[in-house]
């Protein structure tokens, strides 16, 4: 174990069980870069590849399965889950992140309201890009599976909880955060076998992740963010919350865990500098203050 595992009293032997959302893997895998010695067997056998994604786990969490997670916050049926279940879920803001509209690049609409939005992805009231401000082209709303992170960001801030439409979740649901980058940005064009049809298609994602995905694929370069409510999201308008959506990463535990447990003393790390450097070093953004 590293100096710095040492100083926080972790060891092989209470290394805490850690999982978590695509968009939280790095997170996880600093930490053990942070603890144990890269190029050790013990690195490279137990270095963390995969994620259970969001809502499983809060599933492992509340079941008391794992020690902790690092997720997006939890959605009202996630905390109904957990309050039947008779568990109090603590939690500990470790990075700041927001949830954003997209739309391809070419598309000539800048922004969407809050109003837009829900009258969009719960009445299906809104079907032509002109209504805001864009071209006279269909507007085709992708929206996410339930279980995934992005989607209980959107629950969460825009719809309350509220049902989406039903023709949406049938129709025009993407299971991944990659391909809702991909479905966004190529939709128009129909596909490897389809036709280029009339419209372009609005999703949302999480700001961090499109950027990351960006310097990997390039995929930014085919995509335009929404400003929402006339707040454009930047590193900036996130950290200090002037973003409507405006929310974060967070490292979950069960209230009941102990003080001098191991989770604990890796959420102390990821709250102090060297965990806040690791968190930007990620191309996330660290919390104001």
Same mark, same amino acid.
């Given at each position: 174990?590293?100096?710095?595992?040492?100083?926080?009293?972790?060891?092989?032997? !209470? +290394?805490?069980?850690?999982?978590?959302?695509?968009?939280?893997?790095?997170?996880?895998?600093?930490?053990?870069?942070?603890?144990?010695?890269?190029?050790?067997?013990?690195?490279?056998?137990?270095?963390?590849?995969?994620?259970? =994604?969001?809502?499983?786990?809060?599933?492992?969490?509340?079941?008391?399965?794992?020690?902790?997670?690092?997720?997006? +916050?939890?959605?009202?049926?996630?905390?109904?889950?957990?309050? *039947?279940?008779?568990?109090?879920?603590?939690?500990? =803001?470790?990075?700041?992140?927001?949830?954003?509209?997209?739309?391809?690049?070419?598309?000539?609409? /800048?922004?969407?309201?809050? /109003?837009?939005?829900?009258?969009?992805?719960?009445?299906?009231?809104? =079907?032509?890009?002109?209504?805001?401000?864009?071209?006279?082209?269909?507007?085709?709303?992708?929206?996410? !599976?339930?279980?995934s992170g992005s989607q209980s960001q959107m629950d969460n801030l825009v719809?309350? @909880?509220?049902?989406?439409?039903?023709?949406?979740?049938? !129709?025009?649901?993407?299971?991944?955060?990659?391909?809702?980058?991909?479905?966004?940005?190529? +939709?128009? @064009?129909?596909?490897?076998?389809?036709?280029?049809?009339?419209?372009?298609?609005?999703?949302?994602?999480?700001?961090?992740?499109?950027? @990351?995905?960006?310097?990997?694929?390039?995929?930014?370069?085919?995509?335009?963010?929404?400003?929402? *409510?006339?707040?454009?999201?930047?590193m900036e308008s996130i950290a200090d919350g002037n973003y409507p959506l405006?929310?974060? +990463?967070?490292?979950?535990?069960?209230?009941?865990?102990?003080?001098?447990?191991?989770?604990?003393?890796?959420?102390?790390?990821?709250?102090? !500098?060297?965990?806040?450097?690791?968190?930007?070093?990620?191309?996330?953004?660290?919390?104001?203050?």
């Open positions: 174990m590293t100096e710095t595992a040492q100083a926080f009293g972790i060891t092989p032997e !209470n +290394y805490p069980l850690i999982d978590g959302s695509t968009s939280t893997l790095g997170i996880v895998q600093a930490i053990w870069r942070a603890m144990l010695h890269e190029g050790s067997a013990a690195y490279e056998d137990g270095f963390p590849q995969t994620a259970s =994604k969001t809502v499983p786990s809060y599933h492992l969490l509340i079941d008391g399965d794992v020690d902790m997670i690092i997720v997006p +916050y939890a959605s009202a049926d996630v905390m109904e889950e957990a309050e *039947d279940a008779g568990v109090e879920l603590e939690f500990h =803001k470790i990075a700041a992140e927001a949830l954003i509209f997209i739309t391809p690049a070419e598309n000539t609409a /800048e922004g969407i309201t809050r /109003e837009q939005a829900r009258s969009i992805y719960l009445d299906y009231g809104i =079907k032509d890009w002109s209504e805001l401000g864009g071209q006279n082209r269909e507007l085709v709303p992708i929206c996410r !599976n339930s279980d719809l309350e @909880n509220e049902p989406m439409h039903p023709d949406i979740q049938e !129709n025009y649901v993407e299971l991944t955060m990659e391909g809702m980058l991909e479905l966004v940005a190529f +939709y128009h @064009n129909g596909g490897l076998d389809g036709k280029p049809t009339d419209s372009y298609a609005l999703g949302y994602t999480l700001y961090t992740y499109l950027q @990351n995905m960006t310097d990997i694929t390039g995929i930014g370069e085919h995509l335009k963010i929404l400003s929402y *409510d006339g707040v454009s999201p930047t405006s929310d974060g +990463y967070y490292a979950v535990v069960r209230g009941e865990l102990p003080d001098d447990h191991s989770a604990r003393a890796a959420i102390s790390w990821l709250e102090g !500098n060297e965990g806040q450097t690791a968190i930007e070093q990620l191309g996330l953004i660290p919390c104001a203050g």
